[in-house]
């Protein structure tokens, strides 16, 4: 360990204190020693009380001693100019010693005062964990305290408008940023999980429980670092964590209803309409949701594409036997055009017995429908110099239909054991249509290949899950065995009907016609059975070793019927030389063993894991061909976590990873979907190695200041990295082979400051910023020549708000980037910067007035000749009515100045591209809402 | 790499800006004592509600109370302000107390309807339990604690961390920081600081005060309110119970 301080104190003077640190504790318990033996006589307690940082003493904190027998209070006293404090002559008793300090958290510690205890309780750091005897409670009665490792806010203590919802009220809390999208930031991180009572919200999208729920039903909102559910498990921390706020509701919205309706539309036909109502009664929870809509742009944005499409998570072992989180979100997002979409969700919770048992209820149904066009440009660069320039134009409409259920059920046996059932069923129908053209030019603007495309497409897929997960801990603490069991069957059918014209070019000779039309069926089972048991041993009081073993089998059957045109003008002549049937197995087996260090202030953890891996692939059609391959992967992984005070951490972490090449990548399921692309296999691949360090720091305080850095340093080895190879006539082949990838560091660093009473009465405002800096390597191998490319990357982006309780909140967020790339063959620049802000105006007659503008501005460069500026300026005028302002009408009006284009572009190391969409131009919308809320 | 050090170093400095806490030992504190005087009527003779009716049911006066260290002088604030004929209301026109916890010694001088007396006694013990509450008061943040005093009786006070003196108006005094709220279920009456002013504090008006008056004990002044109480009473009210609440207010409050 004191190697590695010396380390960090060399690199970086951020850590300079702790070495201050030690110096001190040593002093003081030289001091310490020799004042005991001067005054051994009758009874004494003393200490010293510094600040957060550990380095300043604290004078005239108040250091109280209460009774343990009745919690009265017995005498207080102040802490001296230099921290320390001093009681003697204290009756023989138990007492609870309770320091205070203005704007800190308090301590409340207890001790045993006998007629000679002589008790030093040493250095106290405000803020931050003391543990000199068994038990240590921080309490605080502030506003926001700091309880374990979760920082509450009592909700009532911060002031917002009346009829506000949990986003405004966040926007309030010291520490917590809420984004323009509605994506929140604690303490400078992102918050991924939002739960209500320490139940999902319908599912993982944060703002569905911000944006709904109202502030006046929030009693506290809890903000904590969520140990992976694989920590939860094992009892091992393996340093994942999520950064996730707990909205506590008050009691009396316990019982009681609370909705939302809303509608708006306008005369061309723009049209939102949603309708939420949810019911509480004690630990009984219904909700229920619709929304339909057809303003939701190009595609979906993030937040539209969480709220729509994704789902309870679910958590399965992946082939390396990692457990990770299955969001279920379907890739239709990438869906161009403007989607009409309705969707619905119903949601029931109930636990009872003193929530022995706890069932949840979910099903979710979505409808998606678009169509719309897109168009593509772009520059390629060849090792030989030479150009190769390629443009696309395609229209496509799509519908889908989305059904989801799930269900679970946990069960508390007894005190010890717990167990829970999950069950996943989804099914799915798609229909989509779309015609391409697309032509490819060399570089003296020569055609080389003309293509027309229509395609027809119809699917749907069936998928089954279920898990059972058990758990059992024993009266020995840190004692803990897990098993789970998960089986897994997905069907996936669709057809397809491709109509192809290609035409290529070759110098002054005819063009060569090639046509395709033809009927593909695909039909794709798989199944899956993993299984996991984990065993957790406290070795001594500090040290844990955790021993696991799991396996996974997974089945699957890919077959492809290609069908040609026959005589009869009928799809039903089989193409066999474009039809396949493969049987495709995984089976792997995941031992694993884990050792954890853990004292106060200290965290070591050290893992080993193994990976036996087989995979076979039986070609059915071709005379039963079958191809095997064995792999044994290493995956080591080293954390230290150490925590400098209570809110000061710094945290080293290794995480070695093999990763194994797929079926896909050793031998592809025959395809010629697309004539351009021509993908073939590598049997020869070997598992890539990835070695990834980090380093960071982190540092908060209870008035929401806080600071972080992290930095990241990552290199793979044998990487399966993607070759191609264009031909003549702009024809791609692809294969995946094994390289060595450059190393890639980024360092990224967040600084948020709190400001109080700016200027005006109950005004606050914070400023954040975040700087960001990474160096990263690319391959590309293109014609048989490795290009090695590097980029920088540069990024600031600064954060503002201002806020006057029931005036006016505003936020300025500008983000500023800069990045270079550099090849053999290309060197490119690009800077481009970002400016949102928005704006809320409390206006009288229960007005509100808000708008948003996004202006990006893209400056000329040597790359794209013309600058590209665009500004999105929103702008909506509310008013309340009724006596609880349940009523709200809005006018909102979309991209004022309209600037929206579609339109984008993007520059790689070997050349750049660009690409436009469809999309909404400026339309203004009237809405109607009405809040309702009840209690019974 | 440079660079980067310069720009965490700077960030490292931005953070470390501490907070710098005002502590006093010395102030002079106005607080404005608000009482319901139908509910103090009809806590000591609850059949007297039909006679409330024409009678305001506030009466705010108001106190000083010196600082310095452990010495403290509370002292009334004349006001013009009449409230009404009730022959109770006027019964604390009058009060200065003055107190030493360094020695442990309390001078009070009080005004029983007619006559004034001065007499000396020691600080009475509170049973403080410390809450979690907080309030600001006079632009101070206040935690709230409940104090237990004569075996029965309660109050609940609201002191300032920043004011180092451990005391408070009526004589309340234990708590870790200065009392700068407090109310009595039973007096139906809240003290409220309307003012902290940490500037002009007339040190030198600490003293024990001297008027001519008697001496009384502890049971002397019992004994002579009841008489007072016997002499001025009429039959509706119940003059004992009144002559006993008053008394634990002169002896504590």
Same mark, same amino acid.
Request: charged share 20%; aromatic share 10%.
């Given at each position: ?6 380390? =960090? ?11 201050? /640190? ?98 030093? @309780? ?25 309880? &374990? ?26 520490? =917590? ?55 939860? $498990? ?30 708006? *539309? ?12 949810? =019911? ?19 595609? $979906? ?32 997002? *990438? ?9 619905? *969700? ?38 030989? &110099? ?48 779309? #015609?391409?053209? /697309? ?15 229509n395609r027809f497409n119809e699917g ?33 059918r669709n057809s397809q009907l491709s109509e192809t ?14 046509s395709l039309n033809q009927l593909q069926k695909n039909n794709?089972?798989?199944?899956? $059975? ?29 077959n492809r019927d290609a069908m040609g045109r026959g005589s009869s003008g009928k799809y039903d002549s089989r193409i066999d030389s474009l039809s396949n049937d ?39 059609l ?21 925590? $400098? ?25 025959k395809?010629n979907s ?84 700016? &200027? ?6 914070? =400023?954040?910023?975040?700087? &960001?800096?990474?160096?990263?390597? #690319? ?54 910067? /970002? ?74 190391? @070997? ?26 | ?178 009392? !700068? ?16 002013? !940490? ?37 509706? !009210? ?16």
């Amino acid at each position: 360990m004191c190697l590695f301080h010396t380390f =960090i104190f060399q690199t970086n003077p951020l850590y300079q204190p702790i070495l201050q /640190q030690v110096k001190t504790i040593v002093l003081f318990c030289i001091l310490s020693l020799v004042t005991t033996t001067i005054f051994a006589q009758k009874n004494n307690i003393k200490g010293l009380v510094l600040d957060s940082t550990g380095k300043k003493p604290l004078s005239y904190a108040i250091i109280a001693l209460i009774k343990k027998s009745d919690s009265t209070l017995l005498l207080s006293t102040r802490s001296l100019l230099s921290g320390q404090f001093a009681i003697d002559k204290v009756k023989p008793g138990n007492y609870s010693v309770l320091i205070t300090y203005p704007q800190m958290a308090d301590f409340l510690l207890d001790i045993a005062v006998q007629d000679t205890s002589q008790l030093d @309780l040493g250095k106290i750091v405000m803020n931050s964990r003391f543990q000199v005897l068994q038990e240590v409670i921080v309490r605080s009665a502030k506003a926001i305290r700091m309880h &374990g490792d979760t920082l509450k806010y009592r909700a009532d203590s911060f002031a917002v408008s009346a009829g506000a919802n949990v986003e405004e009220l966040l926007r309030r809390l010291p520490g =917590i940023e809420v984004n323009f999208d509605g994506s929140i930031r604690a303490q400078g991180k992102n918050v991924k999980r939002v739960l209500v009572d320490g139940d999902e919200f319908f599912n993982d999208d944060p703002t569905l429980a911000t944006r709904y729920l109202k502030a006046i039903a929030v009693e506290e909102i809890q903000v904590y670092d969520q140990k992976s559910e694989k920590a939860k $498990l094992t009892g091992i921390d393996d340093g994942e964590e999520n950064k996730t706020i707990n909205i506590k509701l008050k009691e009396n919205y316990k019982r009681g209803l609370f909705g939302k309706l809303l509608t708006g *539309g306008n005369a061309d036909g723009s049209y939102n309409h949603e309708a939420m109502l949810n =019911i509480f009664r004690n630990r009984e929870k219904a909700s229920a949701f619709i929304t339909h809509s057809n303003t939701n742009g190009l595609g $979906l944005s993030y937040n539209d594409r969480s709220k729509y499409l994704s789902d309870e998570s679910e958590f399965v072992q992946d082939e390396s036997g990692n457990l990770i989180g299955n969001m279920h979100l379907d890739g239709n997002y *990438g869906v161009s055009g403007l989607p009409n979409i309705t969707t619905s *969700g119903l949601q029931y919770i109930n636990k009872w017995k003193d929530n022995k048992h706890q069932l949840s209820l979910n099903h979710r149904y979505n409808q998606l429908g678009s169509s719309g066009w897109s168009s593509y440009n772009s520059l390629q660069i060849l090792p030989d &110099g030479s150009e190769r320039k390629t443009g696309s134009y395609n229209t496509n409409t799509h519908h889908e239909q989305i059904n989801k259920g799930s269900g679970s059920y946990s069960f508390q046996i007894d005190s010890f054991s717990n167990i829970r059932a999950y069950t996943y069923i989804e099914t799915e129908r798609s229909l989509g249509k779309s #015609s391409s053209s /697309q032509e490819s030019k060399d570089g003296n603007d020569n055609f080389l290949s003309k293509s027309l495309q229509n395609r027809f497409n119809e699917g749907n897929s069936e998928k089954m899950h279920a898990a059972l997960f058990w758990k059992r801990s024993f009266r020995k603490i840190g004692r803990l065995v897990s098993a789970n069991l998960i089986s897994t069957y997905d069907q996936y059918r669709n057809s397809q009907l491709s109509e192809t014209d290609n035409q290529y070019f070759n110098n002054s000779l005819p063009p060569t016609l090639d046509s395709l039309n033809q009927l593909q069926k695909n039909n794709q089972n798989t199944r899956v $059975l993993a299984g996991n048991i984990n065993y957790s041993e406290p070795i001594s009081k500090s040290i844990l070793l955790n021993i696991e073993y799991g396996w996974r089998s997974t089945n699957s059957e890919r077959n492809r019927d290609a069908m040609g045109r026959g005589s009869s003008g009928k799809y039903d002549s089989r193409i066999d030389s474009l039809s396949n049937d493969y049987l495709v197995s995984v089976h792997s087996h995941n031992p694993g063993i884990s050792l954890q260090y853990r004292e106060s202030k200290l965290t070591m953890n050290a893992v080993m894991k193994v990976n036996l891996l087989n995979l076979r692939q039986e070609d059915r059609l071709t005379a039963n061909t079958s191809s095997s391959r064995n792999f044994t992967n290493l995956f080591p992984s080293f954390l230290t976590r150490y925590s $400098l005070s209570r809110m000061r951490n710094l945290s080293f972490n290794y995480n070695g990873r093999a990763s194994t090449p797929s079926i896909d990548q050793l031998q592809p399921l025959k395809d010629n979907s697309n004539p351009f692309y021509v993908r073939n296999g590598n049997p020869n691949l070997r598992p890539s190695f990835n070695h990834n360090f980090n380093l960071s720091f982190n540092k908060l305080n209870l008035k929401g200041n806080s600071f972080n850095v992290s930095m990241n340093w990552y290199q793979i080895r044998n990487a399966i990295t993607s070759q191609q190879s264009i031909d003549q006539f702009n024809k791609t082949t692809q294969q995946f082979v094994n390289r060595d990838l450059p190393g890639n560091f980024s360092i990224w660093i967040n600084q948020t400051i709190n400001i109080k009473n700016l &200027g005006a009465k109950n005004a606050s405002g914070y =400023i954040s910023f975040s700087m &960001g800096y990474g160096n990263s390597g #690319s391959l590309y191998i293109l014609n048989n020549n490795d290009i090695t490319s590097r980029q920088n990357r540069w990024s600031f982006s600064p954060m503002f708000s201002y806020n006057i309780t029931g005036k006016l909140n505003w936020q300025y967020q500008p983000s500023f980037t800069y990045s270079t790339s550099r090849s053999a063959l290309t060197k490119t620049q690009n800077f481009n910067h /970002q400016h949102t802000s928005s704006l809320k105006i409390f206006l009288p007659w229960k007005l509100e007035l808000q708008t948003d503008v996004v202006m990006y501005f893209q400056p000329a460069n040597r790359d794209f000749g013309n600058s590209r500026n665009v500004i999105k300026w929103n702008a909506s005028l509310n008013k309340k009515f009724f006596k609880h302002q349940q009523g709200e009408m809005a006018l909102s009006v979309f991209d004022i100045l309209n600037q929206n284009t579609g339109y984008s572009r993007s520059i790689s190391g @070997l050349g750049f591209s660009e690409s436009a969409e469809n999309f909404i131009p400026r339309y203004g919308i009237l809405s109607f809402i009405w809040n309702l809320s009840k209690n019974f | 790499m440079k660079k980067h050090y310069l720009t965490v170093g700077l960030c490292v400095a931005v953070f470390l800006n501490c907070v710098a806490q005002e502590f006093t030992t010395k102030a002079s504190i106005t607080y404005e004592k608000k009482e319901n005087i139908q509910k103090q009527i009809l806590i000591n003779t609850p059949g007297m509600k039909e006679h409330l009716q024409n009678m305001p049911t506030d009466r705010i006066t108001r106190y000083e109370l010196t600082i310095s260290g452990n010495k403290t002088i509370y002292r009334s604030i004349p006001t013009q302000q009449r409230v009404s004929n009730s022959n109770i209301t006027f019964l604390d026109s009058k009060k200065i107390l003055y107190s030493d916890y360094n020695v442990g010694k309390t001078v009070a001088v009080r005004s029983v309807i007619d006559e004034e007396f001065i007499f000396e006694s020691t600080p009475g013990t509170i049973e403080w339990r410390i809450q979690d509450e907080v309030r600001e008061i006079a632009g101070y943040n206040c935690r709230k604690a409940i104090g237990r005093f004569l075996d029965s009786a309660y109050v609940v006070a609201f002191y300032a961390e920043e004011l180092i003196p451990q005391v408070g108006p009526e004589g309340f005094h234990g708590l870790p920081g200065t009392i !700068l709220l407090l109310a009595s279920p039973r007096m139906a009456a809240v003290w409220t600081a309307t003012k902290v002013d !940490l500037a002009q504090v007339k040190e030198d008006e600490i003293l024990p005060p001297s008027i001519k008056g008697k001496n009384l004990s502890k049971e002397e002044l019992k004994k002579k309110i009841k008489k007072k109480f016997a002499d001025f009473g009429n039959r509706e !009210l119940d003059t004992d119970k009144i002559a006993d609440s008053y008394f634990k207010s002169i002896y504590f409050l």
